[in-house]
């Protein structure tokens, strides 16, 4: 389990991380979303230890991370930009991660050549993006990780290797319980592999939640009124657009209690629907100074 603990980081004057708290649980696979500036990549390396937290602490199954080396052999991080020696190929790397990770598996390692048709010798700084995206997971799968840590991790990859490396990503989570942190601004993608969402902005913890948990606390509700009313009295709305008669009403709430309530006005016609993680993000960001109007016209 990773635990984050009321932690701020300032760069100058501008505050990064605001008192931050966040509970990644053991065997989940976590996403964390939030606009562009958010903090996502800063708490990412205070979790790799990286940074070192102005205040607040930083835990991996009770153990502080910074400075921790145990810790961190057990703990793998794939970053949006790829950073390796400037000359290494993915096979130097590979013997230089023998020596730092002691759970690396070499069988592995061979296995996974099927998946990633790269040139082992190929300095990894001359390759594609995409590449070396490649690269990057070959080699932290073969560490084993207890904990790993991704930052934009399918960026520049094709759809199908895309789909190849969430398949050995969700195997490893379900197979050996490892710990998946995931940020990422393509929440689609996120929504079908993740079972734990937390919110960020501005440096703070908007919501935190099970996935199940966060669509069930919101539903969207289209309606035709025969006429006009006022929506009943006590029910949270967060958002309204209007078609001609078609109403789209989106609620904080229980689903069955909403309808309840809603029969009251009557209508010709009532249909609620799931909402998505990318609505679910927009809306819950809709109170924090994003305007973002009458999106589902």
Not at 179 to 203: A, K, P, W
Request: aromatic share 8%.
């Amino acid at each position: 389990m990773i635990e984050v603990k009321n932690v701020t980081k300032t760069f100058g004057d501008f505050k990064a991380l605001d008192g931050l708290s966040m509970t990644v649980p053991t065997g989940a696979v976590y996403g964390l979303v939030g606009p562009n500036g958010s903090g996502k990549s800063t708490i990412i390396r205070h979790i790799m230890g990286i940074y070192r937290p102005d205040s607040g602490e930083i835990l991996a199954d009770g153990e502080p991370i910074y400075e921790n080396p145990e810790i961190k052999g057990r703990m793998a991080y794939i970053p949006d930009e790829i950073f390796y020696f400037s000359s290494a190929g993915i096979r130097d790397m590979r013997d230089f991660y023998r020596g730092v990770y002691p759970a690396f598996d070499l069988n592995r390692y061979e296995k996974l050549k099927e998946v990633f048709p790269l040139d082992e010798r190929m300095p990894i700084r001359r390759m594609s993006k995409g590449m070396q995206k490649q690269a990057a997971f070959w080699l932290s799968l073969c560490m084993r990780p207890e904990i790993l840590v991704l930052d934009e991790p399918v960026d520049g990859l094709d759809p199908v290797m895309r789909r190849q490396i969430w398949s050995l990503l969700m195997a490893d989570a379900a197979e050996r319980g490892i710990t998946v942190l995931v940020s990422s601004h393509n929440l689609r993608e996120l929504e079908d592999v993740c079972d734990h969402v937390g919110i960020l902005d501005h440096g703070k913890l908007l919501l935190e939640r099970s996935l199940s948990e966060l669509q069930e606390n919101i539903t969207k509700v289209q309606l035709a009124l025969k006429e006009e009313k006022p929506l009943p009295a006590g029910l949270n709305l967060v958002h309204e657009s209007v078609s001609g008669r078609l109403h789209t009403l989106i609620l904080r709430g229980d689903t069955r209690e909403i309808l309840a309530r809603l029969q009251e006005l009557e209508p010709l016609y009532m249909d609620a629907l799931p909402l998505s993680l990318e609505e679910i993000f927009i809306y819950e960001l809709g109170g924090n100074d994003y305007a973002v109007k009458d999106i589902l016209l």
